[in-house]
């Protein structure tokens, strides 16, 4: 599976969109990039996938570049329920069976007042 | 739907000690399992792949004698840690992919293990 970078951490204001990058430049053709969450001390949380069309669900919308190399995760009003590490992750499609997810470091997100 | 639950959600034990932890998708089957363990502000580790009815895969560097897995029915796989010893303590988190062709993974919510 391709490797993904994220900022290490970003900040956002309450109420304000917050635009979470993540490049995954070796992406391949047939591997869909995935985000996640986790709150501290939770198992993550499921947000959004998408393999090349933005994609839009009541979380969050996913914004993918027209070569794939490069994502953004957009949570549109951000509130303090939303601070958590945000993971982006690429994978092959699973079938039947779902494909195993590797995580890397994330992106810690603060959502200040 | 789509919930995963995962027992005990903390555990305490002494040094030398095996400890079971469960876990189950409720309102769904799962022909895969995941295994995770997250050690303090680093990130989850991938350990094994559990399909139901056949062996686990292991991911390298993980001691399939020392992390047994089973999964033994669709809605059910236990991670046993045997002979735990202080360095196992962690947090350990499932995830279950749906059977029938759902590409996404509902996780757990973990269990704290301390090992004395």
């Known amino acids: 599976d391709a490797k993904t970078t994220q900022p290490t951490s970003m900040d956002c204001a309450e109420g304000r969109a917050a635009n979470l990058p993540c490049n995954h430049s070796?992406?391949?053709?047939?591997?869909?990039v995935y985000w996640y969450r986790q709150i501290h001390s939770q198992g993550p949380q499921y947000i959004i996938h998408?393999?090349?069309n933005n994609e839009t669900n009541e979380m969050a919308s996913l914004i993918i570049t027209e070569d794939r190399k490069s994502s953004t995760l957009i949570l549109p009003h951000a509130t303090l329920r939303d601070t958590a590490v945000y993971y982006c992750?690429?994978?092959?499609?699973?079938?039947?069976?779902?494909?195993?997810?590797?995580f890397g470091q994330g992106t810690e997100l603060s959502v200040k007042p | 739907g789509a919930v995963v639950s995962q027992h005990p959600s903390r555990v305490i034990c002494k040094s030398g000690t095996s400890v079971k932890i469960e876990c189950r998708s409720l309102?769904?089957?799962?022909?895969?399992m995941f295994w995770y363990r997250q050690f303090p502000k680093q990130s989850l580790m991938l350990m094994a792949t559990s399909n139901e009815g056949s062996k686990a895969t292991y991911e390298q560097g993980v001691e399939k004698d020392k992390f047994l897995i089973n999964h033994a029915s669709l809605t059910l796989s236990t991670l046993t840690v045997t002979s735990a010893h202080p360095e196992d303590s962690s947090f350990y988190i499932c995830?279950?992919?749906?059977?029938?062709?759902?590409?996404?993974?509902?996780f757990g919510p973990g269990t704290r293990l301390t090992v004395l």
């Open positions: 309102d769904f089957q799962a022909t895969t």
């Open positions: 070796t992406i391949s053709g047939n591997e869909y």
């Open positions: 992750i690429v994978r092959v499609g699973g079938g039947n069976q779902g494909g195993k997810l590797i």
């Open positions: 998408g393999l090349k």
């Open positions: 995830s279950a992919s749906p059977a029938g062709g759902s590409n996404e993974q509902f």
